[in-house]
């Protein structure tokens, strides 16, 4: 029996297969039900549902597998309930065809209506993009879209930038295309600065209209490229620095340092010296990587005292940004505490000498003092002259140039030379001190004329002596020097006194005989011998000579006469002639 009705059940489906497929004349049943309704909501019955009582069971013939799996149909009363949890998202609709036993076949439609149980979801959680700084307002960068499965007002309907817009930078602009997608763009607002705020993290949110909405989350990252919009500063605009003038070649002076707010190479910083507005002789160098400035030649404060360099700060940019700062370096004299004084000798050779001659007011020297490190310090000097013995001064007019000058009258034969000192102090602190000693010679002027060692002389000589005997020998001296003390001797001529027979060395004031001399004629002679020496114009003096002749007669005498009467003055000088026999 069951098993003939199982016969007839297959073939009662077959033909109704033909019917429901041949047949045009049948009903159209909607039913509605929620997604997510519990599972066992009734959704509906097949037929009218006036009823819920048991007739006839209908013959169900699904379309489609899912109505099987997902919905509970009760065959005798149409009842239709959910098996499972429905989705829309999975599947929208259900559809069968109920056969009954008699009447038109049913076709059931479910439609599962949508509910908000999807939310805004985006691809990534998180998105990296870069803008270069200073990209113009409005530039826009499509950002990945959240979808949402959900229908309608349960879809996307809008995005909000939740957190991260430092200074509302950006804005979002949204459009909706044809797919059914909420497509979004991140736009610039304002002023990108890299240098003020290299990066943002937006956390962007995307929402639909559900009651509540549901809401998906994405964080953008965002770098902010650099630009080399920014030039090097340097951290002073003008550099000072004090170096010896002995410093060695590749000494450190000083170090510039400037910084750039731009990065990578646009923020990597190149010094130089600018060789065509500064140190041309390349005198320094500069490390172009630590700026530290170096002595690169032998200085020399004489030749110059201050170098203005110009220092160049350049970045590495495509388009390279520069600056430029001043480095004054000052090169001091390394004689600093030896002071120089200069004097020049208003002698006619420049020599330290003064005549003897000079009247008191006449000038010696002229002094200046030189430093030419501190010329501040020494305007203001003082200068003293010590020594001399007081017979020299020191006058100014202006106090910078000095004149050493005679204040007492001078004698070369008392004192030739003079040892004076000059002391310079300036009003710096400490003081400096500048000496210069001075050997000043007097020179001689013919002021003494000769001197004999006697005024008066006295000399023999015999009566028999030969011509050319020696007499005597005068001297004369001269304290005057040089020409002014050469002396020459001569014989004054006084016939009366025989003069003529004798005779003077000009040089060694050595008399001699010229001629026989006779004691009858004369037996004193007296001669006078001048001293002049060769001074311009020549100073001379005298001295007398009495030169007695004694006669001297070895053999026996023989008188010619018996008896010689003669007379003796009683104050007769010895050996004297006074007679002949
Ligand atoms: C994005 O930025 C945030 C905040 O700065 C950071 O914590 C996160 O690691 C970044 N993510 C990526 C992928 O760079
Ligand atoms: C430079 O001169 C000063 C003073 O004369 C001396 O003390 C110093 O050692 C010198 N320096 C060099 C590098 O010669
Ligand atoms: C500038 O930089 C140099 C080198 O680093 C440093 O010696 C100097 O003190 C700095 N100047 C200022 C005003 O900071
Ligand atoms: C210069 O020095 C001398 C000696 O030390 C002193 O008497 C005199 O007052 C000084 N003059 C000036 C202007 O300082
Ligand atoms: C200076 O004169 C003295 C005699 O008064 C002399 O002894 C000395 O050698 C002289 N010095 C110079 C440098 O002429
Ligand atoms: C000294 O006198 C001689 C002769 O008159 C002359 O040749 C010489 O140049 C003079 N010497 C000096 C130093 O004047
Ligand atoms: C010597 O001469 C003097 C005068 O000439 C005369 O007085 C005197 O008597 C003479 N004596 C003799 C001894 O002749």
């Given at each position: 029996m069951m098993r003939r009705f199982g016969d007839m059940a297959l073939i009662r489906q077959l033909m109704v297969l033909l019917l429901v497929t041949a047949a045009l004349g049948e009903h159209v049943r909607d039913l509605e039900i929620s997604e997510g309704a519990p599972v066992g909501t009734r959704i509906g019955f097949i037929g009218d549902g006036a009823s819920s009582d048991s007739g006839p069971p209908y013959l169900i013939v699904p379309v489609g597998s899912a109505v099987e799996t997902d919905l509970a149909i009760d065959k005798s009363t149409g009842e239709i309930r959910t098996k499972v949890l429905l989705d829309r998202e999975k599947r929208a609709s259900y559809s069968l065809v109920a056969i009954p036993i008699s009447g038109d076949n049913i076709k059931v439609l479910v439609n599962v209506l949508d509910e908000n149980d999807n939310a805004p979801t985006f691809p990534t959680a998180v998105m990296n993009i870069e803008f270069p700084e200073n990209t113009p307002r409005d530039v826009k960068r499509t950002l990945h879209p959240a979808r949402d499965m959900d229908l309608d007002i349960f879809n996307t309907q809008r995005y909000n930038i939740v957190s991260g817009n430092v200074n509302n930078a950006f804005r979002?602009?949204?459009?909706?295309?044809?797919?059914?997608?909420?497509?979004?763009?991140?736009?610039?607002?304002?002023?990108?600065?890299?240098?003020?705020?290299?990066?943002?993290?937006?956390?962007?949110?995307?929402?639909?209209?559900?009651?509540?909405?549901?809401?998906?989350?994405?964080?953008?990252?965002?770098?902010?490229?650099?630009?080399?919009?920014?030039?090097?500063?340097?951290?002073?605009?003008r550099y000072f620095a004090v170096i010896p003038e002995n410093a060695t070649v590749g000494t450190s002076i000083l170090q510039v340092f400037a910084t750039d707010n731009d990065a990578g190479e646009n923020g990597q910083i190149e010094y130089s010296i600018n060789r065509r507005q500064s140190d041309r002789d390349n005198m320094f160098?500069?490390?172009?990587?630590?700026?530290?400035?170096?002595?690169?030649?032998?200085?020399?404060?004489?030749?110059?005292?201050?170098?203005?360099?110009?220092?160049?700060?350049?970045?590495?940019?495509?388009?390279?940004?520069?600056?430029?700062?001043?480095?004054?370096?000052?090169?001091?004299?390394?004689?600093?505490?030896?002071?120089?004084?200069?004097?020049?000798?208003?002698?006619?050779?420049?020599?330290?000498?003064?005549?003897?001659?000079?009247?008191?007011?006449?000038?010696?020297?002229?002094?200046?003092?030189?430093?030419?490190?501190?010329?501040?310090?020494?305007?203001?000097?003082?200068?003293?002259?010590?020594?001399?013995?007081?017979?020299?001064?020191?006058?100014?007019?202006?106090?910078?140039?000095?004149?050493?000058?005679?204040?007492?009258?001078?004698?070369?034969?008392?004192?030739?030379?003079?040892?004076?000192?000059?002391?310079?102090?300036?009003?710096?602190?400490?003081?400096?001190?500048?000496?210069?000693?001075?050997?000043?010679?007097?020179?001689?002027?013919?002021?003494?004329?000769?001197?004999?060692?006697?005024?008066?002389?006295?000399?023999?000589?015999?009566?028999?002596?030969?011509?050319?005997?020696?007499?005597?020998?005068?001297?004369?001296?001269?304290?005057?020097?040089?020409?002014?003390?050469?002396?020459?001797?001569?014989?004054?001529?006084?016939?009366?006194?025989?003069?003529?027979?004798?005779?003077?060395?000009?040089r060694s004031g050595l008399i001699t005989t010229k001629a026989h001399v006779d004691c009858e004629t004369d037996p004193v002679p007296q001669l006078t011998i001048v001293a002049t020496d060769n001074g311009f114009p020549p100073l001379s003096s005298s001295a007398t000579v009495f030169v007695t002749i004694h006669d001297v007669n070895d053999n026996e005498p023989i008188f010619d006469q018996s008896f010689y009467n003669v007379s003796v003055a009683e104050n007769e000088v010895e050996g004297r002639c006074i007679l002949k026999v």
């Open positions: 979002l602009s949204s459009h909706r295309e044809r797919d059914g997608v909420l497509y979004l763009d991140l736009q610039i607002n304002g002023f990108l600065d890299r240098e003020t705020t290299a990066s943002y993290s937006l956390v962007i949110e995307a929402l639909d209209s559900g009651t509540p909405p549901l809401r998906g989350e994405m964080t953008v990252n965002i770098t902010i490229q650099d630009v080399n919009d920014n030039q090097p500063i340097f951290n002073q605009s160098r500069i490390d172009s990587l630590t700026g530290q400035i170096f002595v690169n030649k032998p200085l020399d404060f004489e030749s110059k005292e201050m170098h203005e360099l110009v220092v160049v700060a350049k970045d590495h940019g495509l388009q390279p940004l520069e600056t430029t700062a001043f480095v004054s370096i000052k090169v001091t004299d390394v004689n600093d505490n030896q002071p120089t004084i200069n004097v020049i000798f208003l002698s006619d050779d420049a020599t330290p000498k003064i005549s003897e001659s000079a009247q008191p007011g006449e000038f010696v020297a002229r002094i200046s003092v030189h430093d030419p490190d501190s010329k501040a310090e020494y305007s203001n000097i003082n200068v003293t002259l010590t020594g001399g013995d007081g017979r020299f001064g020191l006058t100014t007019r202006d106090n910078i140039i000095y004149l050493v000058i005679v204040s007492l009258p001078l004698d070369r034969e008392m004192q030739p030379n003079y040892t004076l000192n000059v002391i310079a102090t300036d009003t710096g602190t400490p003081p400096l001190h500048a000496s210069r000693t001075i050997n000043l010679k007097v020179t001689d002027i013919n002021d003494n004329a000769p001197e004999f060692s006697q005024d008066v002389y006295y000399a023999n000589v015999m009566e028999v002596s030969d011509p050319g005997t020696s007499v005597i020998q005068i001297f004369a001296t001269d304290k005057d020097e040089g020409n002014n003390s050469a002396i020459t001797y001569f014989l004054f001529d006084t016939p009366d006194t025989h003069s003529s027979w004798f005779h003077v060395d000009a």
